[in-house]
């Protein structure tokens, strides 16, 4: 069966489907070291405030939307400006199908023609894969050109577990002398 697959820019009105996505990893995963579901004035919050300066993106499939992927700051200093962390959620039930892949491609093209230059993950990563983390998400970033950088030990406790996380690291730029300014969406 075809699907029909669009990859767009989200709304603030897309933000209850998006948190209902988020809300499962919350509640069952250490994917995210969030405890709690944020309520859904504080995710519109969140949306809206990252998307003040970087994309924020949605996959459908047959008109559904199926996840998010976004990029933010990756340290708040100037200096970091070229570099940006990213974010992906997918439906649970949506995993494993390619919509991650097209969804971060969209979003690495986006970050590219603002002149970002570093992509970094930073990811939940457990000594031994158990019931609520898994290394899935190091792996996807790898097939993606993703390579580690750092891992920090035993930083997020959740579940009654200790979890390291590692960072992962994507060049998709050149880095230059009198490197051009990045061209944020609100056109600082």
Not at 15 to 23: D, G, N, P, V
Not at 47 to 54: A, E, P, S, V
Request: hydrophobic share 35%; aromatic share 14%.
């Amino acid at each position: 069966m075809n699907h029909s697959v669009v990859i767009r820019d989200a709304r603030l009105e897309d933000a209850e489907r998006l948190l209902e996505i988020y809300a499962y990893y919350v509640k069952n995963t250490a994917i995210t070291f969030e405890y709690d579901i944020p309520k859904l004035s504080a995710f519109r919050e969140r949306m809206g405030n990252t998307q003040k300066r970087y994309p924020y993106l949605v996959v459908e499939r047959d008109g559904v939307i199926q996840g998010y992927a976004y990029a933010g700051p990756f340290v708040g200093r100037a200096a970091y400006s070229w570099s940006c962390e990213l974010t992906i959620y997918l439906d649970h039930s949506a995993q494993k199908c390619g919509l991650g892949r097209k969804i971060y491609g969209a979003l690495e093209d986006r970050l590219r023609e603002m002149g970002i230059l570093n992509l970094y993950a930073c990811i939940g990563y457990p000594e031994e894969e158990d019931e609520y983390l898994t290394r899935n998400s190091a792996g996807f970033h790898a097939h993606l050109g993703f390579s580690e950088v750092g891992k920090f030990r035993n930083c997020g406790y959740k579940f009654g577990r200790w979890y390291h996380m590692i960072w992962m690291e994507k060049i998709i730029g050149e880095h230059h002398p009198g490197q051009a300014p990045v061209k944020f969406l609100s056109g600082e």
